[in-house]
T-cell receptor, first 111, second 113 residues
Framework: QKEVEQDPGPLSVPEGAIVSLNCTYS??????FMWYRQYSRKGPELLMY????GNKEDGRFTAQVDKSSKYISLFIRDSQPSDSATYLC???????????FGAGTRLFVKA | DAGITQSPRHKVTETGTPVTLRCHQT?????MYWYRQDPGHGLRLIHY???????DKGEVSDGYSVSRSKTEDFLLTLESATSSQTSVYFC????????????FGPGTRLLVL
């Protein structure tokens, strides 16, 4: 079993829809939770970063962490065609160098 | 891409040949990482560096070596390339460790025939 599970999609939604992306994990020691966005043939870029549990909002993006369920989510409101990309969840323990990435979910937002 | 370049951007090579990929940063960040990205696996850490001449293995280090003789450069060498090393390789940097942002380079696409 992988430490981090993420549905690869693809997920196709109409412009303006609310998008929900999710990851589950098995290691209860994870404390840092990240979402990266990766456009085709580009390197990943950090979207959201959350420490421990709770919600974090940044514009149209909201990240949620539920440590009791070992479940994290990224919500995108008023989705735009420019949001079409692969979204990677990532997490790590406190200290150390090892960040574990999910396989990524491909999102298509149709105009 | 936050002052990170990778070279070459594309490479085709034959099984058994050595290959060296270069990562160059202009951010003066202490930590540097090499990942490979394959369908269904996400990003997997190959090696990382926490300072000049200070490196350590990641989760998929077999068949790879690294060197860092200057803060700005981190080299990844495939000692004898195999077809299983066909992948997209990303370099990343971070200012400090402990949950902070990693900035990724544009990637190198490597095909081993």
């Amino acid at each position: 079993q992988k430490e981090v599970e993420q549905d690869p999609g693809p997920l196709s939604v109409p412009e303006g829809a609310i998008v929900s992306l999710n990851c589950t994990y098995s290691n209860s020691a994870f404390q840092y939770f990240m979402w990266y966005r990766q456009y085709s043939r580009k390197g990943p870029e950090l979207l959201m970063y959350t420490y421990s549990s709770g919600n974090k909002e940044d514009g149209r993006f909201t990240a949620q962490v539920d440590k009791s369920s070992k479940y994290i989510s990224l919500f995108i409101r008023d989705s735009q065609p420019s949001d079409s990309a692969t979204y990677l969840c990532a997490m790590k323990r406190g200290g150390g160098f090892k960040t574990i990435f999910g396989a990524g979910t491909r999102l298509f937002v149709k105009a | 891409d936050a002052g990170i370049t990778q070279s070459p951007r594309h490479k085709v090579t034959e099984t058994g040949t050595p290959v060296t990929l270069r990562c160059h940063q202009t951010e003066n960040h202490r930590y540097m990482y090499w990942y490979r990205q394959d369908p269904g696996h996400g990003l997997r850490l190959i090696h990382y560096s926490y300072g000049v001449k200070d490196t350590d293995k990641g989760e998929v280090s077999d068949g790879y070596s690294v060197s860092r003789s200057k803060t700005e450069d981190f080299l990844l060498t495939l000692e004898s390339a195999t077809s299983s090393q066909t992948s997209v390789y990303f370099c990343a940097i971070s200012e400090r460790d402990g949950g902070e942002t990693q900035y990724f380079g544009p990637g190198t696409r490597l095909l081993v025939l």
